[in-house]
């Protein structure tokens, strides 16, 4: 299995940027897609983009798709997600995921096996 830990999230203005990332500790992170996912309060986890195990195949939510950039670096075992032109929706719990080869259709929550424990990302109007 895979330990996933988020980071980077924070306070920023609306048309700000951040860079979250997802450091993979445990089975090697190369042998899993990623996922990005968000939660605002009291709405339903949705998903913002994905990565697929070489870094080849990416997917994106319509809402984040020209603002989110995905991408990973396998020899350091970490993901990110590179978010430009943040919008005061753009406010949400961030948590990266480990999706399994044939886990399932990647814009699925379901289709992920391992959660990090989130973090917070806060855009101010």
């Known amino acids: 299995q895979v330990q996933l830990v988020e980071s980077g999230g924070g306070l920023v203005q609306a048309g700000g940027s951040l860079r979250l990332s997802c450091a993979a500790s445990g089975r090697t992170f190369g042998s899993y897609g990623m996922g990005w996912f968000r939660q605002a309060p009291g709405k339903e986890r949705e998903f913002a983009a994905f990565?697929?195990?070489?870094?080849?195949?990416?997917g994106y939510a319509d809402s984040v798709k020209g603002r989110f950039t995905i991408s990973r670096d396998n020899a350091k075992n970490t993901g990110y997600l590179q978010m430009n032109s943040l919008k005061p929706e753009d406010t949400a719990v961030y948590y990266c995921a480990a999706r399994e080869i044939g886990g399932g259709d990647y814009f699925q929550s379901g289709a992920y096996s391992y959660w990090g424990q989130g973090t917070q990302v806060t855009v101010s109007s």
């Open positions: 990565i697929s195990r070489s870094g080849g195949i990416t």
